[in-house]
């Protein structure tokens, strides 16, 4: 195998994605942009969650590792720290498609990094406690985005959708 070390990351990026597109799917039929209340505290919709981990993705991977990010003047509404919103102009359907077109654009920029380039610094300057390398920003790419299941794996609760 070339690159193992960057073979392994988008191993797991993909087995991750999966999982959150799984949760997606399920939830097909729910209203994205519902948005849930706890205790007083509102809980991000549908809508919300996947476009701010496309915006992630774009962020983390594409910027983070020196690729050629997607430009979109509405893609920071989500960014971290962001309000939960919902751009009207911006469908569900066309979230869903420019995630995975940021997605794919992602493993396609990662397939072309050696292993070497793992141990450069990140565009970013992001180590999150730790040298602030490319490696580090894609494994908080694949935490983050596990985060965000669990957040998916809620939303089937609360929309009624059996999960497992």
Not at 25 to 40: M, N, R, T, W
Not at 58 to 79: A, R
Request: glycine share 6%; with cysteine; aromatic share 8%.
């Amino acid at each position: 195998m070339q690159n193992p070390r960057v073979q392994t990351l988008i191993e797991t990026i993909e087995l991750t994605q999966n999982l959150m597109v799984f949760y997606v799917k399920l939830l097909k039929d729910a209203d994205p942009k519902k948005v849930f209340s706890i205790e007083g505290i509102d809980l991000n919709s549908l809508y919300w969650l996947v476009a701010h981990l496309a915006w992630a993705e774009n962020m983390l991977i594409l910027d983070g590792t020196y690729g050629e990010s997607v430009k979109l003047p509405w893609l920071d509404q989500f960014k971290f720290g962001a309000e939960h919103q919902i751009d009207e102009k911006v469908s569900f359907a066309e979230l869903k498609t420019t995630a995975k077109d940021i997605h794919q654009k992602a493993i396609a920029h990662l397939n072309s990094l050696k292993d070497e380039d793992l141990d450069k610094p990140n565009a970013l300057q992001f180590g999150f406690g730790q040298d602030p390398t490319n490696k580090v920003v894609i494994m908080h790419f694949i935490r983050h985005l596990g985060t965000h299941i669990g957040h998916l794996s809620c939303l089937c609760k609360l929309h009624g959708v059996k999960a497992v």
